[in-house]
């Protein structure tokens, strides 16, 4: 996973790279070639991408396998002479690290970014047995995987202690993702009413922006949003992104009536999305993905200044306490009233956009990256 893809870990990828790449280090990338995707490449000083060949995923259009890869690894690692070897995918190219690593014989590194075996990623297995088998199968798989590393990181607390609790032979440290606080964060009062003119955009704005896949709930968010728009007729919900799901979320959306209050921008270019303040439309940022780590779209949507209102469970626990709400995982109701009660709130919604631009801080690219560089000098 990194760029020219758009998710959560490409962006956090890319953003360590780049200050790393700043502050002096020489960094190699190797990712799966993806020719299909038509977006600009990521560049950076010194840091170099190597694309390896690939076969398709089949679970998602833009996600590739990396297959025979080794020996190019291998090619430019003699070359590079790297320090360490640092791995962020459980899967093919997972193994390239682990076996580079070996014939290297330098200090490995993985960062478990998404435990597979949350239900929600296995939701497309219809039998509670096949479940079950795939859960053991695979926490035995990415057991066998990360006990090859050196240092086992994670960006999510509550993660890093799941997984040591369920036997990682290797302790699990904390890493959360970095984010560029530098981004301009503020729209004149002139640039915020063109931008919902050009969105057909209501006075009140609910904020959904990310990848738009099935284990990310948008269609309960759709569900919550209706709840809400019964009630009030001044308020739009703008989803930003784009998706395999995004078919499934434009019929539900049409079939709840809701053509004028649910607005699907598709893709955006991630840099102009940070740049233009598009972000700051949004009153709340609202989500009902159970399975969220350390999400980058929550901690940008914090960034400009967003409460949030999301589920309570995994790494979200750890980002939403006085900045916004959480509700029990699959309660459309909770989180209508949860977000009905910020958007309509004046005074709740002031004090809950302050604490999300206190707690952001903490999360800076810049301190994350740090903390990295002192994970690699003692490892090495």
Known sequence: MFLPQVNG????????????GELGHNILIFTPKLDGIKRERFKAKNVTVVHLPTVPALIYTEFKFGVFGLPRVIQYLTKFKPDIIHLHSPFTIGM??????????????????????NSDYLRFVKYKLAVKLLDKVSQSYLNFLYSQCNMVLS????????????GFKRQVSYLPNGIDLNQPKHLSVKAKEALKKKYGLKEKVVLHFGRLSYEKNV?????????????????????????????????????????????????????????????????????ASAMENNPMAVLEAMSFGLPIVGVK?????????SNGFLVKPGDTRGLA????????????????????????????????????????????
Do not use: C, W
């Open 155 to 166: 960006p999510s607390k509550i993660l890093a202690s799941e997984l040591n609790k369920n």
């Open 313 to 321: 469970q995994a790494g979200l626990i750890e980002l939403v306490s």
């Open 96 to 117: 390239d690290a682990v076996m580079a690593a070996k014939i290297f014989k330098k200090p490995l590194v993985g960062t478990v970014h998404i435990y597979f075996t």
């Open 219 to 287: 269609d309960q968010l759709i569900k919550a949003f209706h709840i809400l728009a019964k009630n009030h007729r001044d308020i739009s919900l703008l989803i930003i992104g784009d998706g395999p799901a995004k078919k499934s979320l434009i019929k539900l959306t049409k079939k709840l009536g809701l053509e004028k209050e649910i607005i699907f921008t598709g893709f955006i270019d991630h840099q102009y999305l940070l740049s233009s303040g598009l972000l700051g439309l949004g009153g709340v940022f609202a989500t």
């Open 9 to 20: 870990i490409a962006t956090s990828l890319s953003n360590q790279a780049r200050i790393l």
């Open 337 to 380: 009233r949860k977000i009905e009660q910020i958007v309509y709130d004046v005074k709740t919604a002031d004090q809950m956009k302050e604490k999300s631009l206190e707690l952001i801080k903490q999360y800076s690219v810049e301190k994350t990256v740090n903390k990295l560089l002192g994970f690699y000098k003692d490892l090495i």
